[in-house]
């Protein structure tokens, strides 16, 4: 059971399952369909650099424009997690691999962008979800869940091994015993588990509501300066469930409840049976009769009985949870943090940088986790803890030219500063280093009203096997989106998108060391957009 504490808290880093779709661990840049067919628009001049190139905004036209944007994102999230207690699971077919998905739908992620420009200056709104923006759901839990109940399971199947030595131990000794003119102790009686059976759930949803409010001011013809504000408004809602636990034995499967309470009088008999062996055979060294075959059972004793009067003591704490774990949590936060940008051109050429401050975030809880816990990880959801969440800061360059007058290529560079920002349990210090993308693309003005573009992304996290977990995991990726632009009017301009990321996998082998236990992780991600751009 020594494990099962440490599994038990995995089970509970129920943190940030979210579709976000494009971005940094917990960062969305994907804020306009003029992103989702171009990602590169770091330095591109339109109404979507309200988010992307706020002081390029100032080289619009003068006048009143607003943009109107909504995508529908769908992704799913696989790990294949292996165990040696899947074995013992009764639905698993004696295997030790198992799959396990998650499905996440954001069918409405919207964002609006507004500028008014007069002069030198440029005023500019934003709203949008630059975090999270979804639910994920796993229908059948997770393998750490499961594995949870396996090593419970495995530990009753130890302690009924472990009983079942010391009876042949006693048939061994039974002589020495009455040459002592002792009685040998009774056999202990065993249950005969061999398996286990569960149902599991996880469901996790996190919006970020991001609202940014500032200003530009094109010093001359060539160069532009932007200052900003973004409110966040976190909410995010967790749901994590293990119920039906049972226990497989030869007599079939009995309720882990009604099971477990027969555990302590085992584990009791155990240890005294184990003690009196060890009584016995400190009087046969005494009377100096050991052999090297009693000396190798005196030593096994000894450290069997250090191994179960650990686990008996650990038995407390398995109680709590023979009613399963039913976890609901739910969190809000606000944060503010300043924005900056500066563009500039030359000839045929537009060079961009936005900084965004690191926002602190500290998520208030609302649980049915009411008292700590001898989990740590447990009081992560404790009813009024505060939760280290913050978003860190990003850097954006960007380059545009323009070859000729109808095509426009991009380029451009994100580096988020994930190890500065301050997460729970300091997991931004488990990252091997920051975030970092590297964007592409291309715009063709096929005719006064068609735009279409297409472009790309390589995004690139600092993952290691402490890091990663099956509650949240983001892979390293690459993305690609392609659309168009359709001027339906002077002052209404249709938009639409597809954009998709596909994710390597990343595998974390035999973790914890030693474990048997392994992982590979992965998502798909699709997204769809349609917007619309007046120009007043």
Same mark, same amino acid.
């Given at each position: 059971?020594?494990?099962? =504490?440490?599994?038990?808290?995995?089970l509970?880093?129920?943190?940030? +399952?979210?579709?976000?779709?494009?971005?940094g661990?917990?960062?969305?840049?994907?804020?306009?369909?003029?992103?989702?067919?171009?990602? *590169?628009?770091?330095?591109?001049?339109?109404?979507? #650099?309200?988010?992307s190139?706020?002081?390029?905004?100032?080289f619009?036209?003068?006048?009143?424009?607003?943009?109107f944007? $909504?995508?529908? &994102?769908?992704?799913?999230?696989t790990?294949?997690?292996?165990?040696?207690?899947?074995?013992?699971g009764?639905?698993?077919?004696?295997?030790?691999t198992?799959?396990? !998905?998650?499905?996440?739908d954001?069918?409405?992620?919207?964002?609006?962008?507004?500028?008014?420009?007069?002069?030198?200056?440029?005023?500019?709104?934003?709203?949008?979800?630059?975090?999270?923006?979804?639910?994920?759901?796993?229908?059948?839990?997770?393998?750490?869940?499961?594995? %949870?109940?396996?090593?419970?399971?495995?530990?009753?199947?130890?302690l009924?091994?472990?009983?079942t030595?010391? =009876?042949?131990?006693?048939?061994?000794?039974t002589?020495?015993?009455?040459?002592?003119?002792?009685?040998?102790?009774?056999?202990?009686n065993?249950? #005969?588990?061999?398996?286990?059976?569960?149902?599991?759930?996880?469901?996790?949803?996190?919006?970020?509501?991001?609202?940014?409010?500032? +200003?530009?001011?094109?010093? @001359?013809?060539?160069?532009?300066?932007?200052?900003?504000?973004?409110?966040?408004?976190?909410?995010?809602?967790?749901?994590?469930?293990?119920?039906?636990?049972?226990?497989?034995t030869?007599?079939?499967?009995?309720?882990?409840?009604?099971?477990?309470?027969?555990?302590?009088?085992?584990?009791?008999?155990? *240890?005294?049976?184990?003690?009196?062996?060890?009584?016995?055979?400190?009087?046969?060294?005494?009377?100096?009769?050991?052999?090297?075959?009693?000396?190798?059972?005196?030593?096994?004793?000894?450290?069997?009985?250090?191994?179960?009067?650990?686990?008996?003591?650990?038995?407390?704490?398995?109680?709590?949870?023979?009613?399963?774990v039913?976890?609901?949590?739910?969190?809000?936060?606000?944060?503010?943090?300043?924005i900056?940008?500066?563009?500039?051109k030359?000839? /045929?050429?537009?060079?961009?940088?936005?900084?965004?401050?690191?926002?602190?975030?500290?998520?208030?809880?609302?649980?049915?986790?009411?008292?700590?816990?001898?989990?740590?990880?447990?009081?992560?959801f404790?009813?009024?803890?505060? %939760?280290?969440?913050? %978003?860190?800061?990003?850097?954006?360059?960007? *380059?545009?030219?323009?070859?000729?007058?109808?095509?426009?290529?991009?380029? #451009?560079?994100?580096?988020?500063?994930?190890?500065?920002?301050? $997460?729970?349990?300091? &997991?931004?210090?488990?990252?091997?280093?920051?975030?970092?993308?590297?964007? *592409?693309?291309? !715009?063709?003005d096929?005719s006064?009203?068609?735009?279409?573009?297409?472009?790309?992304q390589?995004?690139?996290?600092?993952?290691?096997?402490?890091?990663? /977990?099956?509650?949240?995991?983001? +892979? @390293?990726?690459?993305?690609?989106?392609?659309?168009?632009?359709?001027?339906?009017?002077?002052?209404?301009?249709?938009?639409?998108?597809?954009?998709?990321?596909?994710?390597?996998?990343y595998?974390? /082998?035999?973790?914890?060391?030693?474990?048997?236990?392994?992982?590979?992780?992965?998502?798909?991600?699709?997204?769809? #957009?349609?917007?619309?751009?007046?120009n007043?």
């Amino acid at each position: 059971m020594k494990k099962m =504490n440490v599994l038990l808290a995995s089970l509970m880093l129920t943190a940030a +399952t979210t579709t976000a779709t494009a971005g940094g661990i917990l960062t969305n840049t994907n804020q306009s369909i003029d992103f989702l067919r171009n990602p *590169a628009r770091d330095a591109a001049i339109g109404l979507d #650099g309200v988010y992307s190139n706020p002081a390029g905004v100032a080289f619009m036209p003068e006048g009143f424009h607003l943009g109107f944007n $909504w995508q529908y &994102a769908h992704q799913t999230r696989t790990i294949e997690s292996t165990s040696p207690f899947f074995a013992l699971g009764r639905k698993n077919g004696g295997q030790t691999t198992k799959t396990f !998905e998650g499905v996440a739908d954001a069918p409405f992620l919207p964002s609006i962008q507004a500028a008014y420009n007069k002069g030198n200056w440029s005023v500019q709104f934003n709203f949008s979800v630059p975090g999270g923006g979804g639910a994920c759901e796993f229908q059948d839990g997770l393998g750490s869940f499961e594995s %949870v109940v396996g090593n419970i399971a495995s530990s009753f199947m130890t302690l009924d091994g472990m009983a079942t030595q010391l =009876n042949g131990l006693t048939s061994q000794l039974t002589p020495l015993y009455a040459m002592m003119g002792q009685a040998a102790p009774n056999a202990i009686n065993t249950y #005969g588990v061999n398996g286990y059976d569960m149902n599991g759930y996880m469901q996790g949803r996190q919006y970020y509501f991001g609202f940014q409010l500032g +200003t530009a001011y094109k010093i @001359n013809k060539n160069l532009a300066v932007y200052g900003g504000l973004r409110v966040l408004y976190g909410t995010a809602t967790y749901k994590a469930k293990i119920s039906n636990i049972m226990v497989g034995t030869q007599g079939g499967y009995v309720d882990f409840s009604n099971f477990l309470p027969n555990v302590p009088a085992q584990a009791q008999q155990n *240890a005294a049976v184990a003690q009196q062996h060890l009584a016995l055979l400190s009087k046969v060294e005494q009377a100096g009769m050991m052999t090297d075959q009693l000396k190798q059972a005196q030593a096994s004793l000894t450290a069997g009985l250090s191994q179960l009067q650990q686990s008996s003591g650990q038995l407390a704490t398995l109680s709590k949870y023979a009613e399963g774990v039913n976890l609901l949590c739910n969190q809000s936060s606000v944060g503010i943090a300043p924005i900056v940008s500066v563009d500039y051109k030359f000839g /045929n050429f537009n060079f961009a940088a936005k900084y965004e401050f690191k926002t602190q975030i500290r998520m208030k809880n609302e649980s049915t986790v009411n008292e700590a816990s001898e989990i740590a990880a447990v009081n992560k959801f404790r009813d009024g803890e505060e %939760v280290n969440e913050d %978003v860190p800061a990003l850097l954006t360059v960007g *380059a545009m030219w323009s070859p000729v007058e109808d095509i426009r290529i991009n380029l #451009g560079y994100h580096h988020y500063f994930d190890k500065d920002a301050s $997460w729970y349990n300091n &997991a931004q210090k488990l990252l091997d280093h920051d975030s970092n993308e590297y964007l *592409a693309g291309v !715009e063709w003005d096929l005719s006064d009203k068609l735009t279409i573009s297409a472009g790309g992304q390589v995004t690139r996290y600092g993952l290691t096997d402490d890091y990663m /977990n099956d509650m949240s995991f983001v +892979t @390293n990726s690459y993305s690609f989106g392609l659309g168009f632009n359709y001027k339906a009017s002077d002052k209404i301009t249709l938009k639409a998108a597809y954009f998709q990321t596909n994710y390597d996998d990343y595998n974390r /082998n035999d973790y914890p060391p030693l474990s048997g236990m392994s992982d590979s992780f992965t998502r798909t991600n699709r997204v769809l #957009g349609i917007g619309c751009e007046l120009n007043l």
